[in-house]
């Protein structure tokens, strides 16, 4: 694994043991953890070191997001404006909350995020919501490499220079960094 000091990495942890965790975070050195399901992440994070910073990857559900922003430091799955007024309504007075708005740029109906089109419409909304702090763009390409690599590159393309592009996992995150990724969420992998 050659990943570029200047790149960001989310380790992805869902489906890990504690030990397992701790022994990797050892070897790696990472500091970010990324989990998809807020009651695992909660089981691992009362075993787990303080200070590690969490970001939450997975499929934002209304009535949970009070309970997300309260366990998770950093969202990377924000797909709309109405999830954007729930987060800052569960926000203490002057708490400044980073979010990464998804983009679903495989097309798959099935993934989350909002379509490539709204983007610059819904990065406009988010301005409303002071509370919110956009950091970056998020999005998880198709499996098949050629699409993949599109995919990237249309991401990259929305991403302005000031926000995070989060992009590229375990499988295509070779593809990603040659398409401008800044940051990597790396599971599989890490764990081999």
């Known amino acids: 694994m050659n990943i570029p000091k200047n790149i960001n990495v989310v380790a992805v942890v869902k489906g890990q043991n504690p030990d397992a965790v701790m022994q990797m975070l050892e070897r790696t050195g990472y500091q970010v953890v990324g989990h ?7 089981e691992l994070q009362a075993q787990l070191p303080r200070g590690l910073t969490w970001h939450f990857l997975g499929k934002l559900q ?4 009070a309970k997300i ?11 709309n404006l ?3 007024a729930l987060i800052a ?11 990464y708005l ?25 301005k409303k919501y002071p509370a919110l702090r956009v950091i970056g763009l998020m999005g998880m390409a198709s499996q098949d490499a050629v699409l993949a690599r599109e995919e990237f590159r249309l991401l ?5 220079d000031s926000l995070e592009c989060s992009m590229g996992m375990s499988g295509d995150y070779e593809i990603a960094l040659e398409e401008g990724s800044t940051m990597l969420r790396l599971g599989r992998m890490l764990f081999t």
């Open 82 to 84: 109405d999830q954007a």
């Open 102 to 126: 998804q983009v679903n740029i495989s097309g798959i109906e099935e993934r989350s995020g909002c379509v490539p089109e709204d983007v610059d419409m819904v990065l406009e909304g988010l």
């Open 89 to 99: 309504e569960a926000l203490d007075e002057g708490v400044s909350y980073p979010v």
């Open 69 to 79: 922003v309260e366990t998770f430091d950093v969202i990377q799955s924000l797909e």
């Open 156 to 160: 990259k393309s929305l991403c302005p």
């Open 62 to 65: 209304s009535r949970k997001i």
């Open 36 to 42: 998809n399901r807020m009651s695992e992440a909660l």
